[in-house]
């Protein structure tokens, strides 16, 4: 993978379109299979082509990270899934109260975004991705929990793309997080 680095970097550069066309072809396809989630099969192939341009854009976004930093966030990320899952599942809490205070933290890590391209601040992206890591994991437990309490088995599909969002976004925010600490350090 280090070996086609600069290869995948120099065609970054030369096909900048290419990461926008697969934002939108992600939305795209997510509004239809929102549409068309209770049609099997039709769901599952939506599902696979979602998955595949989501994973086009993290390699995308990936590609600038080092392997040390990208590894260490896929084992953070993987221990802090299995951990908040495990308690999700043995929890007799209701966290379906969640719902709005997330959804309103999840609005100000949005507007918080263009702010910091304005300012540049290397504290606010840490508050940043420090705030996301810990938003997301929070919607891991959320999700997880109207999963098994609210979910019908016809929106299996929407549920599952619920929680890979939430466990990609997680994943991006300490990977974040690691090189904003990284930055620092150096």
């Not at 993978?1 to 992600?26: A, C, G, H, R, Y």
């Not at 979910?151 to 929680?163: R, T, V």
């Not at 466990?167 to 904003?180: A, G, S, V, W």
Request: net charge neutral.
């Amino acid at each position: 993978m280090m070996m086609l680095k600069p290869i995948l970097l120099e065609n970054l550069q030369q096909n900048v379109w290419l990461p926008i066309v697969l934002i939108f072809s992600t939305f795209g396809i997510l509004l239809a299979l929102m549409w068309k989630r209770r049609e099997s099969p039709t769901n599952f192939v939506l599902l696979y082509l979602f998955t595949l341009c989501e994973s086009l854009l993290v390699g995308y976004a990936v590609i600038t990270y080092s392997a040390t930093v990208v590894l260490q966030a896929f084992i953070l990320t993987t221990i802090v899934v299995m951990s908040l899952m495990m308690y999700t599942l043995n929890s007799k809490k209701d966290f379906s109260k969640w719902g709005v205070g997330l959804s309103v933290a999840f609005l100000i890590l949005l507007l918080a975004g263009p702010i910091n391209l304005f300012l540049g601040s290397s504290l606010l992206e840490l508050c940043m991705a420090t705030g996301g890591a810990c938003l997301f994991s929070l919607f891991i437990i959320y999700d997880t929990w109207r999963i098994m309490h609210h979910c019908s088995p016809e929106e299996y599909i929407m549920a599952c793309i619920d929680l890979y969002l939430d466990i990609l976004n997680l994943f991006m925010y300490i990977l974040r997080l690691l090189k904003e600490l990284q930055h620092n350090q150096g």
